[in-house]
């Protein structure tokens, strides 16, 4: 007798499920790779951003220093406010310094240091001229004089 081996028939049902996991596998690896592009390409946006955030922090930086003087020793400002005051009224006296170490006013007038801007009141009994100098730790002085008129 002659027997034939027996041919399974495909299953539908099996076709089925390999082509829909097929599609399934195709749909995560796309689903996967737009996830982690995405990803990539806020990393590198957020990365320029803090680049040009930082630069532009730097430039401001920059121009406040030079603002204050930059690299240079000098007195930037000493002012009074009024210059003519009558006996007994108060005075507003102004300086700036720019890389100064120590602050000296003559005659005292209260305490002073190295500042941008710092202002105090005073109050003269007579006509005074006040003298600011500076020093820069290293020798170097600068001086400037202020008189206010006292009526």
Not at 40 to 59: C, G, H, I, M, V
Not at 103 to 131: F, H, I
Request: charged share 20%.
């Amino acid at each position: 007798m002659n027997e034939q081996p027996e041919v399974k028939k495909p299953n539908a049902l099996r076709n089925l499920w390999l082509g829909f996991g097929g599609v399934l596998l195709i749909v995560l690896a796309f689903v996967g790779y737009t996830m982690w592009s995405r990803k990539t390409q806020d990393a590198d946006l957020a990365y320029k951003q803090q680049a040009a955030k930082s630069a532009q922090q730097r430039e401001s930086d920059a121009a406040a220093v030079e603002e204050l003087g930059g690299s240079d020793f000098k007195i930037l400002a000493f002012y009074a406010s009024p210059g003519l005051i009558h006996r007994g009224e108060t005075v507003d006296m102004c300086y700036g310094v720019s890389n100064a170490k120590t602050v000296k006013l003559d005659p005292p007038e209260g305490n002073v240091w190295p500042s941008a801007n710092r202002c105090m009141q005073v109050t003269p009994k007579k006509t005074t001229t006040y003298t600011l100098t500076i020093d820069d730790g290293k020798g170097k002085t600068a001086n400037q004089t202020l008189t206010i008129t006292v009526k």
